[in-house]
């Protein structure tokens, strides 16, 4: 069963401006902290979170992206959005809208019995 579906992604150049959307579950929306999670196969990391929002609304954000994307929760829709701002070739990625019972595990416990991926969006921003 799906239970997390990102949507929003595109091609914008560089300065621009992107809103992703993750629809969730019921239960995951209100059980589980829920983040974005980008991967880019050109790199050997495996990923980077770069946001994070619990089911207290608070946030966590990477430094790469602090002060320039915002994620916030939408309870009417189940839905968490990242609004991506000012926008580098940098950002260019894969991103995964994710869940788990923790916000520091949405990367490290891929997989686990508690964490979930969406199906991933592409976001590709030219300079």
């Known amino acids: 069963r799906v239970e997390l579906v990102e949507s929003g992604g595109g091609s914008v150049q560089s300065g621009g401006s992107l809103r992703l959307s993750c629809s969730a579950s019921?239960?995951?929306?209100?059980?589980?902290?829920m983040g974005w999670i980008r991967q880019d196969p050109g790199q050997e990391v495996e990923g980077e979170v770069v946001?994070?929002?619990?089911?207290?609304?608070?946030?966590i954000y990477a430094d790469s992206v602090k002060g320039r994307f915002t994620v916030a929760r939408d309870s009417a829709n189940n839905t968490i959005n990242l609004y991506m701002n000012r926008l580098k070739p940098e950002d260019t990625a894969m991103y995964y809208c994710?869940?788990?019972?923790?916000?520091?595990?949405?990367?490290?416990?891929?997989?686990?019995?508690?964490?979930?991926w969406g199906q991933g969006t592409q976001v590709t921003v030219s300079s």
């Open positions: 019921e239960y995951l929306f209100n059980h589980r902290c």
């Open positions: 946001a994070s929002i619990d089911t207290d609304g608070s946030t």
């Open positions: 994710a869940a788990d019972s923790q916000c520091g595990l949405l990367l490290k416990s891929k997989g686990g019995p508690f964490n979930d």
